[in-house]
């Protein structure tokens, strides 16, 4: 009985140690949040809410202004 817990003691600090260093492990961008996915969830039935609520039948076509001397698609 006394013999395990020699044994259970060390293993168990180098679980917590380990488990430690996964979480410490950061990297500056992550730090930050810069690079992550910071996607909102996705319901199917509140994106459907979201686009029922749009008037699709009244809408106009607008062009995006183009970079100088970006071919524009028009003829001159």
Known sequence: MVAGSFVITPATALRYERHDKKVRQLSKAEELGIGK??????????????????????????????????NDGTFK
């Open 37 to 70: 996915d910071r996607r909102r969830a996705f319901d199917i039935n509140e994106e459907y809410y979201r686009l029922a609520a749009k008037d699709l039948d009244n809408w106009e076509n607008r062009r995006v202004k183009r970079l100088p001397g970006e």
